[in-house]
DNA sequence: CTGAAAGCGCTTACAG
DNA sequence: CTGAAAGCGCTTACAG
């Protein structure tokens, strides 16, 4: 069913029948009648990629996140999608999984014209080739940095707000603060390391202790947490750079016996609804997800409407939450 | 950038340029040479639109989730994707947050040809245009019942699931057994909400609390929980309908000053790792959600190679977990 | 083994 | 206000 069929049972052009079916207003009521007829009675679905293929624009932006079981990656993609929309363009998501060839195969939809831009929240930073892959088409980075000059970037001072989270700890009286960082192919990976290890250094404290989560998981979290317990000093406080680490951490924790926050007590990261579902209640670092989400659209709507406009880095304000973990 | 182009480069035709792209091996060792050297220098990258619209392929199907945020969600795609790429075809993931335009939008994806197939885990059996508007399109149910006998669907008994759940509550001595429910719109909600009247029936008790969450949140499951507490006669267990219902029941519980299982033993629905991460552990119905996601990319590609195939119904096992929540 | 040509289903100047 | 025609970038019989 196209345009061609249409137009023969409307008895008009298929120019006339575009028109109509892009609003154009010139058609004569009379064969905008019969155009609307014909379509509902063969229930016509225009092919939208013989029109993007024409138009060279698709309304569409992609949005690649490396696990949607990750309540960050949702509360961010909530932002993209009500700005997206506010601007007439849909998204699409891609679950990355952090697998290079899934990543690949998605950056294929903005190279080959499926979608007009995409915004990424993974480890690309690391990853020269896919960089040149999209060369200067429309990208931005979300939460997360972007070494490459030529892509913008969203997200907060993570140095900052690791430093705070230790120097919070440190003045409620703990010395021994672990940490469970994320891969440090992830540049806010390395940021957060860095603000832990400056706030204890300024602070004198000798004590480091450093786990490696492989993704962004409860069980991630709970193994790590296990392997700083196995420990011979333990730590009496352990700084997570996610709520779903935490989480896991604070299930290691009780299965050892020891009490939240007497024995032990944890920080979290991101400020999701989970750092509030937990028993007791996570103090944590609130990102400001959505908005996040939204400044990324407008980065990336600027791209795509001034190609030539320059990459820009915004950061936004993080703030923390205190309960009853600490 | 064209194929076009690269053809000049190259000194070729536009037949053996797409030849060499294709993999089509009668391409002489020479041609080729050039060919990969001119893709290679100009940095070329093929317009999947055009590709799409000449072989009316594009090896994607559409992933329609109501809510990303939903853990069982996350499980069911993870299913998906993992037999979707056995078969070389990618997924895209919509958001459709219950919205109706976004639906529809998505659901364009669809007949507008972007997409081969489509997986749908919302409502819509009370949703006749979309229905229609996708006609006889490959599309499979998942998690939720199609009353279309044209539309495939994958779940599991969930009357015998509810079932089971309200005789082992009465069995452990609960006798006064309220039910959160999700909106009635999702037909699994109203087989569920039979499961637990027939049981109930079956043992001659006659206390019945329904609450309706308006979507699967913890905030939902709260609150819905807050209502059911301020009732004259509190109930003595809850079932809820999904595990991130349950979480919020057990922090309306929790605040209420009452104890689990002590005072209110409660059951979830689901088996996401989210059951493991509350204090006390969940009791909750495990579905096999990868196999339900797995199982509908299935019926999805045979709908996608063999038009005319009848639908088909599958119903898969689901089991119980006891956990300290009862 | 290769190329010229048709065609996928649209949109959009252009002429009338 | 409308239509004929060109063209978006591919693939694929077909002829050689």
Redesign the pocket.
């Known amino acids: 069913m196209?345009?061609?069929k249409i137009a023969r049972l409307a008895g008009?052009?298929?120019?006339?029948v575009?028109?109509v079916?892009?609003n154009i207003d010139?058609?004569?009521p009379k064969?905008r009648e019969r155009v609307l007829q014909a379509i509902s009675e063969s229930n016509y679905q225009?092919?939208l990629l013989?029109?993007q293929?024409?138009?060279a624009r698709s309304s569409m932006i992609l949005v690649m996140v490396s696990n949607i079981s990750n309540p960050f990656c949702a509360d961010v993609v909530k932002g993209i999608e009500e700005e997206a929309e506010k601007n007439g363009y849909r998204i699409l998501l891609c679950n990355s999984g952090t697998d290079i060839q899934r990543s690949i195969s998605s950056l294929k939809l903005l190279s080959g014209k499926i979608v007009d831009g995409i915004i990424t929240m993974d480890a690309f930073s690391k990853l020269p080739e896919l960089t040149t892959m999209i060369d200067r088409m429309p990208w931005v980075q979300c939460a997360e940095y972007a070494d490459d000059g030529g892509v913008s970037c969203v997200g907060i001072d993570d140095i900052d707000a690791a430093g705070f989270v230790i120097q919070h700890l440190i003045t409620r009286g703990r010395g021994r603060i672990a940490l469970i960082n994320h891969d440090l192919s992830y540049k806010y990976a390395r940021l957060r390391e860095r603000g832990y290890k400056m706030a204890l250094e300024r602070q004198g404290l000798t004590y480091r202790a450093v786990e490696y989560a492989s993704d962004l998981t409860f069980c991630a979290g709970k193994t790590a947490m296990e392997n700083l317990l196995r420990g011979e000093r333990r730590p009496d406080a352990v700084f997570a750079v996610s709520d779903t680490l935490a989480a896991g951490a604070m299930r290691a924790i009780e299965e050892a016996g020891l009490s939240i926050p007497d024995d032990m007590a944890i920080v979290g990261f991101d400020g999701t609804e989970l750092s509030e579902m937990v028993s007791p209640q996570l103090s944590t670092i609130a990102q400001p997800s959505a908005d996040i989400g939204r400044k990324a659209v407008g980065l990336l709507l600027n791209k795509i409407n001034n190609p030539d406009s320059p990459a820009e880095r915004v950061v936004l304000d993080w703030h923390f939450i205190s309960r009853a973990s600490v």
Chains 1, 2 share one sequence.
């Open positions: 196209s345009i061609q008009v052009s298929v120019a006339t575009s028109r079916l892009n010139t058609v004569k064969n225009p092919n013989a029109r293929l024409r138009t």
